[in-house]
């Protein structure tokens, strides 16, 4: 069986580091807002480039207390439109509607299943107040077109980092956290840096916002016992601290790893599979990615998964049913959006991660070629 992700494989990679730094935590009778924290927050913010990484408990967290902070802060209010991408995980939606403002759906380029630049104007109005672009499948969404969008517009750049640790911004020497006004990380187990439990981050150079952003994240309190703030318990721990550091440290080994799977992909299958694009190829796809997600495009996406698991190959789908397609979103359902319910009906996750074998990637690769030979 090849799994879609041995996370057990993934520790492993690093384990006796990790355990190491897992056991100066236990020993140190000091678990939350201690030492590890002050150090991963330094080094993470280091690492994106900005000047503030504020730790919390998870990615939605990261992303709630960056619209919270703005709200703080005056620059929104509840029923404000953030533009988001149609395609993404719910996480970045949920964000915004857990605030009270409002999503405004923006379709993905075909080619790159990421927002489209060229999209996102036409749907600004005068209660927009940010467009958050999301870094999906570890490839940036960023342009300069989008930031220039947002300066003449007077909008903030939320980025959300999820999945694209380490990322590069295309024609930029800056990763991807570092290129809007704010963005948010998760470190779910399974992400490029995944801690060992939920942990998430919001990394800024904008100083008020981290300041606010930190006080939300702890009751709202500064100092002790003094709330100035409605906030909320998001903090990360000491534990998963720790063991990020240990694996920041990795990361840029871990990701070539990744790219290495990627190669193997790119080289075996044909570029039909990259994306809708007639031009498609895996190349342009993925220029920016650091590969949290493989993903192809076929028709036949359900028999090509059931095929694969019949012969011993995992597989994932990133995401079955889009944010305005669930059922917790009425307000949703009606909007048509061709190209997200396309992707959401046609995209299949390779396994991948640092501590799949190339081996294995050629075999995964063979046994998806034997398939589109048999479908003809
Ligand atoms: C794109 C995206 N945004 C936000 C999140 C939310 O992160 P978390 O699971 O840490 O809350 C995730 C991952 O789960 C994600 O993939």
Known sequence: MIPFLDIQAVTAL?????AAAVDNVVRSGWYLKGRATAVFEEAYAMFIGTSHCVGCANGLDALTLILKGYM???????????????????????????????????????????????????????????????????????????????????????????????????????????????????????????????????????????????????YGMEPKYHCDLQGINSRIDEVQAAVLSVKLRHLNEDNDRRRAIADIYSEMLPPHLASWDPNSSFLTANSSSVFHVFPIFTEGRDDLQRYLLSEGVETNIHYPIPPHRQRCFPQFNHLVLPVTERLAATELSLPISPALSPSDARIVAEKVLKWLEVKG
Not at 150 to 172: S, W, Y
Request: hydrophobic letters at 40%; glycine letters at 8%.
């Open 14 to 18: 690093h384990a006796d580091e990790i």
């Open 72 to 218: 703080e802060l005056g620059v929104m209010a509840p029923g404000d439109e953030v533009i988001v991408p149609a395609n993404t995980f719910i996480a970045s939606v949920l964000a915004v509607t857990r605030c009270g403002l409002t999503p405004v759906f923006v379709e993905p380029s075909v080619e790159t299943s990421l927002i489209d630049e060229s999209l996102i104007e036409a749907v600004i109005t005068p209660r927009t107040r940010a467009v958050m672009i999301v870094h999906l499948y570890g490839r940036s969404a960023w342009t300069e077109h989008i930031s220039d969008i947002c300066r003449r517009h007077g909008l903030k750049l939320i980025e959300d980092n999820a999945q694209a640790h380490g990322a590069i911004a295309p024609n930029t020497s800056k990763r991807t956290g570092s290129l809007g006004d704010a963005a948010g990380h998760s470190f779910y187990p399974a992400k490029n840096l995944g801690a060992l439990g939920d942990a998430g981050a919001v990394t800024t150079d904008d100083d008020a916002l981290a300041d606010v952003v930190r006080r939300l994240g702890n």
